[in-house]
């Protein structure tokens, strides 16, 4: 044989692989299941669906706030000291003070959101009743910034589908609607306690981890 058929048998001796291992390599290879990842929405599907209900939660705050003033009174849209917190803001804006009946000065209010209102009725003038409604539009509108944030903050913690959960229920459960469109300070409580969660979950928390 001559030296370079010695060299080919040579190689192929050592690449060659034994019968019997041969066989137990392809016996595990066969036992070895395989795995399938679970099916998951697409990301933009997600959003679509997020998107729906976000303008269905706007549309039904605004369908309730914008309502005639004798329903919002019979509903109990707004409780009583919605109304307390609006005669202060109209007297600040007439330049009474911070008075509730135009003599006696108070300080039982929650300043950020008395001051909110304030500007409402230097735009509407002597109107008594739009401010009522432009006040409800703007809780309305927190309201469903604050579904949003939920929404974001759920999506990073427990993925894309505990986010619609969270804000399907934010957006149309009958208790969160009575406690951000009461025309008092909640709504504006609960928006900004959610910016706080969400720049923790975003923002403090990776940086920590």
Same mark, same amino acid.
């Given at each position: 044989?001559?030296?370079?058929?010695?060299?080919?048998?040579?190689?192929?001796?050592? @690449?060659?692989?034994?019968?019997?291992?041969?066989?137990?390599?392809?016996?595990?290879?066969?036992?070895?299941?395989?795995?399938?990842?679970?099916?998951?929405?697409?990301?933009?599907?997600?959003?679509?669906?997020?998107?729906?209900? @976000?303008?269905?939660?706007?549309?039904?705050?605004?369908?309730?706030?914008?309502?005639?003033?004798?329903?919002?009174?019979?509903?109990?849209?707004?409780?009583?000291?919605?109304?307390?917190?609006?005669?202060?803001?109209?007297?600040?804006?007439?330049?009474?003070?911070?008075?509730?009946?135009?003599?006696?000065?108070?300080?039982?209010?929650?300043?950020?959101?008395?001051?909110?209102? @304030?500007?409402?009725?230097?735009?509407?003038?002597?109107?008594?009743?739009?401010?009522?409604?432009?006040?409800?539009?703007?809780?309305?509108?927190?309201?469903?910034?604050?579904?949003?944030?939920?929404?974001?903050?759920? $999506?990073?913690?427990?993925?894309?589908?505990?986010?619609?959960?969270?804000?399907?229920?934010?957006?149309?459960?009958?208790?969160?609607? $009575?406690?951000?469109?009461?025309?008092?300070?909640?709504?504006?409580?609960?928006?900004?306690?959610?910016?706080?969660?969400?720049?923790?979950?975003?923002?403090? $928390?990776?940086?920590?981890?």
């Amino acid at each position: 044989m001559s030296r370079g058929g010695k060299y080919a048998l040579g190689a192929l001796l050592i @690449v060659e692989t034994p019968p019997h291992k041969a066989r137990a390599m392809s016996r595990t290879q066969a036992e070895v299941p395989e795995v399938h990842p679970l099916p998951q929405l697409p990301s933009r599907r997600i959003s679509l669906w997020a998107l729906v209900l @976000v303008g269905l939660g706007l549309l039904l705050r605004l369908a309730l706030v914008c309502a005639d003033y004798e329903f919002i009174l019979r509903s109990g849209l707004f409780g009583d000291d919605a109304f307390y917190f609006l005669s202060i803001a109209r007297h600040i804006a007439n330049g009474h003070g911070v008075t509730h009946d135009g003599v006696n000065l108070t300080n039982g209010i929650q300043p950020l959101y008395t001051f909110m209102l @304030v500007p409402l009725y230097w735009v509407c003038g002597d109107n008594p009743i739009l401010p009522i409604h432009l006040a409800g539009v703007m809780l309305a509108l927190l309201s469903v910034a604050s579904g949003w944030l939920l929404f974001l903050t759920a $999506r990073r913690l427990a993925g894309e589908g505990a986010g619609l959960v969270a804000l399907a229920l934010w957006m149309f459960s009958a208790y969160v609607l $009575r406690q951000t469109l009461n025309g008092m300070e909640t709504g504006v409580s609960a928006f900004f306690t959610l910016v706080s969660i969400w720049w923790y979950v975003t923002r403090v $928390r990776p940086s920590e981890e």
